[in-house]
């Protein structure tokens, strides 16, 4: 266990699968303790035993971030049950193909609710105790779909730009508080969103990301000394390949 981040408390959205996962147990491996959210009880408790065995407090809690109204006072218990919450990682989110021409309406207010608006609801859950704390991390993690352009994908980059944007007017109106604010933007990261029903896409998941690099890069951006921050961190495949 790292004492010196020993006494730190997170939150990671989308921690039963994936970079939430992964960045998970490299909290827990640096001596942090997790508050746990994802909607999938099972793979959610696995994860929390996981991390408690590496000697910190770890506990899940069942949240589906599509009930956009409830996120902020649940967000609140869980600081008021965990501890006060010195980080938050804003990591579930969904991926989504499909031409904007033949994008449905629900479908693009999907993307939006859970990769946009379940963020600032979370954010608005946790701002009151870190601007009383004047300190903490939130951790926004976007893609480079943000800012690049891959047809097909036009519902998920609108909703990964505008968390860019988000993230950079929350970090210059919170900075007077001591809160950081950090948007990491991976690009393909090899985890279950190419399974799911909303994405089709065929490509090389050898030459992707792994979780746990992304979760490092996570590490390292919230172990900075309080005096610096990575405001926008893009972290790329070696190969290029996105």
């Not at 939150?11 to 699968?17: D, E, K, P, V």
């Not at 870190?130 to 909703?159: C, D, H, L």
């Not at 390292?220 to 405001?231: F, G, K, M, R, T």
């Amino acid at each position: 266990m790292n004492s010196s981040s020993s006494q730190l408390n997170a939150i990671i959205t989308g921690a039963s699968s994936g970079i939430g996962k992964a960045t998970s147990l490299a909290f827990a491996q640096a001596g942090i303790n997790i508050a746990l959210v994802s909607r999938s009880p099972d793979a959610l408790e696995t994860v929390a035993q996981a991390c408690t065995q590496e000697g910190v407090k770890a506990k899940p809690y069942v949240m589906d971030l599509i009930e956009l109204t409830k996120i902020p006072a649940k967000i609140k218990e869980i600081v008021r049950d965990f501890g006060n919450i010195d980080i938050i990682v804003n990591n579930a989110g969904m991926g989504y193909t499909n031409l904007l021409g033949e994008t449905s309406l629900a479908d693009w207010q999907q993307v939006i609710n859970l990769n946009l608006t379940s963020v600032f609801q979370c954010v608005q859950g946790v701002l009151p105790q870190m601007r009383e704390q004047k300190k903490g991390t939130i951790i926004n993690v976007a893609s480079i779909a943000a800012t690049q352009v891959f047809p097909e994908w036009g519902a998920y980059s609108v909703s990964k730009a505008a968390l860019l944007s988000f993230s950079k007017v929350l970090a210059a109106e919170e900075r007077s508080h001591g809160i950081r604010v950090v948007t990491i933007s991976p690009g393909a990261v090899n985890t279950s969103i190419w399974d799911t029903d909303t994405v089709q896409a065929d490509f090389d998941r050898s030459a992707m990301l792994t979780p746990d690099l992304v979760a490092q890069t996570i590490l390292q951006a919230v172990l900075l000394p309080a005096e610096a921050v990575i405001e926008d961190l893009t972290i790329l495949p070696s190969a290029g390949t996105l």
